[in-house]
Structures are given as C-alpha cells and as structure tokens.
C-alpha cells in the first residue's frame, strides 16, 4: 500500500467483532462473529458471520447478553474447530487485500481469537496488522471527554447508528463505521499512514494503561496491574505482569487486564 493509498486507510475497512462466553480471554469461547467489509460511505459490502457451538456451557449472563444460549449453540452452531479456522483465514484474507482489520476493543477480540487457535491447534492470524480500534483511538484523540466508551455510548456519540447491540454483525459494521466518523471528526488522522496509526495505537493503548493503573492504585488499589499490550495480549505477557504484581493481587492482574473496566457492554 502507498502514502496515497495508506492516507485513505478509512476508504475501505474491514470490521471483526466476537461475542462470547465471557470476559476472560484466556477461558472464555467464541460464540459468534462476523467478519465484513464497508465502504466508503458505511455501506456493508461483504459479510460473513458465523454461530459456533463453543463446546462449553454458555453462561445465563453472556446469553442475556447476546441472546445465545447453550441450547440454541448446539443445535444450531458449528464446530469450534472449524469455525475458529474460518475466522482466522476471513482476516488473513483482508489483510492480504491490504484491509485495515477494525475491532472496537481489539485487544479483547483479538486476543481471545488468538487463545481458541491455541486451543484448536490453528496457526494464529498473522501480525496482525494493521488494525484500527476506535477505543483507543477515541480516548487519545478526545481523551477528557467525559462519559462512557463503550461501543453502545462511541455510537451515540458519533451519530452512528447501532439497532441490534451486541449482535456480532450489528457491533463490527458500527465499530467500522465509528472509526469512519472519528476521521470526520479528527481529519488529521486521515493523513496519517495506517501503519504509523497502528504504531500509534500501541503506544496509546499503553499509556492509557499506565493511567489507570495509577488512577486505581491512587484509588485504594495499590497493588492493582493491568497491561497496555495491544492488540494482542499474548500469554506470556500475562504471566509476566501476574509473577511480578504481589500474590494477593494475582487475580485482579488476570480478570481487569484491560486498559478500562472489564464492561459486558463493551466485551461481549
């Protein structure tokens, strides 16, 4: 891709969203996903979506979440294992078109693909890269707005559009679309490579973790640890925050090692 090209990255994006079992990235199952492409202006121009029988018990809140249940996966859901291959070889392939991946908390997503192709015994998705997440984005670009920053409060905030929250589908298409109205709204960023934003992104994510972390620990948490690692926290880094945070804290480092509290509205 060249600087002309790269500088109208938002053009053509596109858009991946999970729902899940839960939160926790390292145990929970994919449910359902979606990924597509939009256009220019929004509009949807590919979509390929997928309900999976994850294997395990879906729990009642993730169901009341993203209206799943157990029952309804495995009557009408398709293997992990193939599915998960799937969702990986559908991102592989816009990357290779040269696609910006869109997910709205990518680390989230991401990282808990990467951990069902661990599972699964699947190569993992290249890179990946580069990928736009309109979270970190948001916070850095408009960082003292007050406010939620979930996908359901950015939406709203961006005048975009999002009927059916929490259905996969509803959420990558308004994800996608979010970082097409954040560009409006900030055009400099249009000017910027997407590989350079996508650096950029890194750093962001992290320092937003670095302030929450001492936001928390100034808070009565003193031993609170999270991690910035973006847009894939692999497990290593995990286990490298959880051995050096003091044991009492362990269980705080696995369940909020995200850069902001662990929200259902904004993970599954």
Same mark, same amino acid.
């Given at each position: 891709m060249d600087a002309t090209s790269s500088a109208r990255w938002a053009d053509e994006l596109a858009v991946f969203d999970l729902e899940t079992t839960g939160i926790d990235v390292d145990?929970? @199952?994919?449910? $359902?996903?979606?990924?597509?492409?939009?256009?220019?202006?929004?509009?949807?121009?590919?979509?390929?979506?997928? %309900?999976?029988?994850?294997?395990?018990?879906?729990?009642?809140?993730?169901? %009341?979440?993203?209206?799943?249940?157990?029952? @309804?996966? @495995?009557?009408?859901?398709?293997?992990?294992?193939?599915?998960?291959?799937?969702?990986?070889?559908? %991102?592989?392939?816009?990357?290779?078109?040269?696609?910006?991946?869109?997910?709205?908390?990518?680390?989230?997503? %991401? $990282?808990?693909?990467? @951990?069902?192709?661990?599972?699964?015994?699947?190569?993992p998705l290249p890179g990946p890269g580069p990928v736009i997440d309109p979270l970190v984005i948001d916070k850095a670009v408009d960082r003292y707005r007050r406010g939620k920053r979930t996908l359901t409060a950015a939406a709203e905030h961006y005048g975009v559009a999002l009927p059916n929250a929490h259905d996969a589908g509803a959420d990558a298409v308004a994800a996608g679309r979010v970082a097409q109205a954040i560009v409006r709204a900030f055009p400099e960023l249009a000017a910027v490579a997407v590989g350079d934003l996508h650096a950029r992104q890194v750093e962001w994510c992290r320092e937003q973790a670095e302030s929450y972390q001492a936001y928390r620990r100034a808070n009565g948490e003193p031993g609170f640890t999270t991690t910035g690692a973006w847009p894939v926290r692999r497990a290593v880094a995990t286990a490298t925050a959880a051995a050096a945070a003091p044991a009492a804290t362990s269980t705080a480092v696995l369940d909020l090692a995200l850069p902001e509290p662990a929200s259902v509205d904004m993970l599954f």
């Open positions: 145990t929970c @199952r994919i449910v $359902t996903a979606h990924v597509g492409v939009i256009g220019v202006d929004g509009e949807v121009l590919e979509r390929r979506e997928w %309900l999976v029988d994850p294997g395990v018990e879906i729990p009642t809140a993730a169901s %009341l979440i993203h209206g799943v249940t157990t029952e @309804r996966a @495995r009557l009408e859901g398709v293997p992990a294992v193939g599915a998960v291959a799937e969702i990986i070889a559908a %991102l592989a392939d816009a990357a290779a078109r040269g696609l910006p991946i869109v997910a709205y908390n990518a680390a989230y997503d %991401l $990282t808990l693909l990467e @951990r069902e192709a661990e599972r699964y015994g699947h190569a």
